[in-house]
């Protein structure tokens, strides 16, 4: 029977500008959901409107072409 | 051909260029296609014949209450659900329910009649006027929120 001798614990001190770094991506990934979050919102209340309140015989899409292009 | 596509710039230019599906899978195609063929954005509207849809680019609590006060008359006349949208410059109305299209059309003439009389003053008349000319209305599809809803 071969015995795995235990290794010695490491413990590794955190380095502080690894730290901020670490939070600072935290950050950015809270905005970048958050972001994600809110446009997968407006895109539920659309589908509900869209497809739970409107019958689908009596409507249909329009492409347009955008308002900000009109005023240019 | 040159003649023809020449023609279609100018239609995009102009801001004309309408493309109506029944299949959003299509419309959503035709969008990216264009914006990719043509360098300019495109935005996707829902367009309907039967149902009544108001806009209103005023952004204020009057404009809110003269929309709530057609869309109470509306469930009133025809039934249904009213729905009020906020959009990054107004209103939109979505009353939800079939009209008969000659019906929709004369509520549509009568708003215009209303709007010229000074009896409604923030629904779009650009936009009624041009919904009686198409027979069909549109509204932009642009990060609408739901805010009201009646009854």
């Known amino acids: 029977m071969v015995r795995v001798k235990p290794s010695p614990e490491v413990t590794v001190e955190p380095d502080p500008d690894e730290i901020d770094?670490?939070?600072?991506?935290?950050?950015?990934?809270?905005?970048?959901?958050?972001?994600?979050?809110?446009?997968?919102?407006?895109f539920e209340e659309r589908k509900y409107l869209l497809e739970h309140f409107l019958p689908r015989e009596y409507f249909f899409y329009t492409v347009i072409p955008s308002k900000e292009e009109k005023k240019k | 051909m040159k003649q023809e596509i020449r023609k279609v710039d100018m239609r995009i230019l102009e801001g004309k260029l309408r493309i109506n599906s029944r299949s959003k899978k299509v419309a959503v195609y035709?969008?990216?296609?264009?914006?990719?063929?043509?360098?300019?954005?495109?935005?996707?509207?829902?367009?309907?014949?039967?149902?009544?849809?108001?806009?209103?680019?005023?952004?204020?609590?009057?404009?809110?209450?003269?929309?709530?006060?057609?869309?109470?008359a509306l469930t009133k006349e025809f039934g249904g659900t009213c729905?009020?949208?906020?959009?990054?410059?107004?209103?939109?109305?979505?009353?939800?329910?079939?009209?008969?299209?000659?019906?929709?059309?004369?509520?549509y003439s009568l708003l215009k009649v209303a709007i010229k009389k000074g009896d409604i003053k923030y629904v779009d008349l650009a936009h009624v006027e041009a919904t009686l000319r198409r027979d069909y209305a549109t509204l932009r599809l642009n990060q609408e929120k739901l805010i009201w809803s009646f009854p």
């Open chain 1, 21 to 42: 770094v670490l939070k600072e991506i935290v950050r950015e990934e809270e905005k970048i959901l958050s972001v994600a979050r809110a446009r997968l919102k407006m």
């Open chain 2, 83 to 107: 729905l009020i949208f906020k959009t990054p410059n107004g209103y939109h109305l979505v009353h939800v329910q079939y009209v008969p299209h000659r019906l929709w059309r004369q509520f």
């Open chain 2, 30 to 72: 035709t969008k990216h296609y264009l914006e990719a063929k043509y360098g300019v954005p495109f935005d996707l509207a829902v367009s309907s014949r039967n149902i009544i849809m108001l806009d209103t680019d005023v952004d204020s609590e009057e404009a809110l209450a003269e929309l709530q006060a057609i869309g109470m």
